[in-house]
């Protein structure tokens, strides 16, 4: 843990900071309802045209200066949420691993509790019952990352 830690904030000067612009759950919403009411519309056949908004009198505008991003939003804006699509199948795959680790260690605590906790003349708290079942999953996952 010391060796992490050290590692941690040796990194410190490398990080890349960027001042939250708001909720990202709102913003992800932004570009839905965008997409939404702009869904019928024709993608134009210049790309430059998806950087800039035409204003009247012929001045260009940068999406960072639209005042409702709720209407239009950053082409930036709509790569991150396209990204952050792409990782629902990964995060979906994770519900039934989760779920039935839950029901494990909720069950493992129950039994431990009914069984019999001694060991020769050492006892094993009900609750430490678990750390059995995780020490099997990490040397598993050993196993399975080796072949």
């Not at 590692?7 to 001042?19: D, H, L, M, Q, V």
């Not at 239009?72 to 990964?90: D, F, G, N, S, Y």
């Amino acid at each position: 843990m010391v060796i992490a830690i050290i590692i941690f904030f040796s990194g410190t000067k490398r990080y890349r900071y960027k001042r939250s612009s708001g909720s990202p759950i709102v913003q992800i919403f932004q570009v839905i309802l965008a997409a939404t009411r702009k869904r019928k519309m024709d993608v134009p056949y210049d790309v430059v045209m998806l950087y800039k908004t035409i204003v009247a009198q012929g001045y260009f505008v940068d999406h960072d200066l639209n005042p409702n991003p709720w209407k239009l939003c950053t082409v930036t804006r709509v790569e991150e949420v396209k990204m952050m699509a792409r990782l629902i199948p990964i995060w979906a795959t994770t519900i039934l691993f989760w779920t039935t680790y839950a029901q494990m260690i909720t069950f493992s605590v129950e039994q431990a509790a009914t069984m019999e906790p001694s060991v020769g003349k050492f006892k094993i708290p009900a609750g430490s019952l678990t750390v059995f079942f995780v020490s099997a999953f990490l040397i598993t996952l050993i196993i399975y990352g080796r072949n």
